[in-house]
């Protein structure tokens, strides 16, 4: 492994991997109970796609995900696919993503495999996959729109550039956290266009011009048109950035969100590379599991639980991986590393300083940064052992033996495995227990509903 990976065996294997994760998002996925999320995206994406309304489900976040999900209702049916399927396409979509951004920031092929593999078997991203809700989407769009802007530097053909300032609107019209990649990105842009030789002033500023129009004017009107359901309503354009207003009042601090039922301890954003952390999300099945019988289902086959378990092989390796990353940018002054440490940080920092619960959902917006960097260390540590191939080996064995139940937890398999289900029972589903209507067993008021599972942010 002295020399670097071909491209073509770089493709393979990146066209391997991405039909192996492919399989994994969508393994027994009709299967998979329809969780209140599922439904209510749903519900949502016809709501506002044919009347302009917001909610039921995160009315404070931008709207894309109602206009993808109502298309993909319309032309696949009320179905699995219809509700799940452009969660599971850009999911899967992301692998090839994570390799080709990584071997353009650090110029090797080893790298980007190592990024797309530890990428493939991560739990959240698994988990965020299968699920109608598009937290897989602030992954998704930020990578493409990076890629794009990759090959307009490799071209310098416009319409790479204009593809990005539409991919970054997209990510922006997805979740506001989009506007930290697409900052870095033009400033990573301004730099390149300054640090070039043989321009006149004028032709420079001309260029810092284009850069701003594409990835801040384009973005903004892609986010601007996908309020076009809502403005057919009969609200005018002065009437927008109140809407803005009460979103951003929302989301900064969720005042209308309920705590939730469970042991809910991993909210906070510095505790995610620090300390094994978990995505908890238990729920009450929306569909019928006893296939509409009129008896009371029983409690096993009434609750789910989903968890998106951080890989700690892999997370815990995170800041001392950024550490290296920026060292490597200061002594090196590589471009690459430079702009990788910004991604990281500008993606990160703002959740840490957040005052309120911040859930592993939303490190979707910061791990594909963190697992190229992961990758990054895993490589340069094991070019220092004589059996680097080993080293290498051993490492990403581990890493697959430890994702391998982690998979089963989080496409919710976890309470039929016998030596876990009393666990997840008993440290999750105890009030859903409570809550659940008489005739299982259970000292609960006869006819209570159960009381619904809180919704992500």
Not at 111 to 135: E, K
Not at 198 to 215: F, P, S
Not at 396 to 412: E, K
Not at 428 to 451: S, W
Request: charged fraction near 15%; aromatic fraction near 12%.
């Amino acid at each position: 492994m002295t020399e670097d990976i071909t491209p073509r065996t770089t493709f393979l294997a990146l066209a391997f991997l991405t039909l192996c994760v492919l399989f994994l998002n969508a393994f027994q996925l009709t299967s998979q109970p329809v969780s209140e999320d599922d439904y209510y995206v749903a519900l949502s994406a016809i709501n506002y796609t044919e009347s302009g309304q917001l909610g039921p489900t995160m009315w404070n976040h931008p709207c894309l995900r109602n206009i993808l999900v109502y298309y993909a209702l319309r032309a696949f049916g009320t179905g699995v696919i219809g509700a799940k399927g452009v969660s599971l396409l850009l999911g899967t979509l992301c692998t090839p993503l994570i390799g080709l951004v990584a071997q353009r920031l650090f110029k090797d092929n080893r790298v980007a495999l190592i990024a797309a593999l530890l990428w493939a078997c991560d739990a959240l991203v698994i988990d965020f996959s299968r699920q109608g809700i598009n937290d897989i989407y602030l992954s998704f769009f930020p990578l493409a729109a990076i890629y794009l802007c990759f090959r307009f530097r490799e071209s310098g053909h416009q319409g790479w550039l204009i593809g990005s300032g539409i991919l970054f609107g997209f990510g922006l019209a997805s979740k506001w956290s989009a506007l930290a990649p697409q900052v870095v990105t033009l400033c990573m842009l301004l730099a390149a266009i300054y640090k070039e030789t043989g321009c006149t002033t004028r032709e420079r500023i001309a260029r810092y011009t284009n850069a701003g129009v594409m990835l801040l004017v384009v973005p903004a009107l892609v986010y601007l048109l996908t309020f076009a359901p809502w403005f057919s309503r009969g609200y005018s354009l002065s009437e927008w950035p109140a809407l803005q207003k009460s979103m951003f009042l929302e989301t900064s601090q969720h005042v209308g969100y309920k705590p939730k039922q469970w042991d809910d301890r991993d909210n906070k954003a510095y505790k995610w590379f620090v300390m094994p952390s978990v995505f908890v999300d238990p729920f009450m099945n929306m569909d019928s599991p006893d296939g509409g019988a009129r008896e009371l289902p029983s409690f096993d086959k009434s609750v789910t639980v989903v968890l998106g378990y951080a890989n700690p092989l892999v997370w815990l390796l995170v800041l001392p991986a950024i550490f290296l990353v920026i060292r490597r940018a200061i002594r090196e002054r590589e471009e690459g590393a430079w702009y990788l440490a910004g991604l990281f940080s500008a993606s990160y920092l703002p959740l840490i300083l957040s005052p309120r619960p911040i859930w592993m959902n939303t490190a979707l917006s910061v791990l594909p940064y963190a697992i190229m960097a992961v990758a990054c260390l895993v490589w340069t540590i094991s070019r220092r052992f004589r059996k680097q191939q080993l080293v290498l080996g051993v490492y990403l064995t581990l890493v697959l033996i430890i994702a391998s139940p982690l998979y089963l937890l989080a496409i919710g398999k976890g309470t039929r495995i016998p030596v876990l289900r009393e666990h997840l029972v008993e440290q999750y589903l105890v009030q859903f227990k409570k809550n659940m209507p008489a005739g299982d067993g259970v000292d609960a008021p006869k006819g209570e509903m159960p009381t619904p599972a809180a919704p992500k942010n």
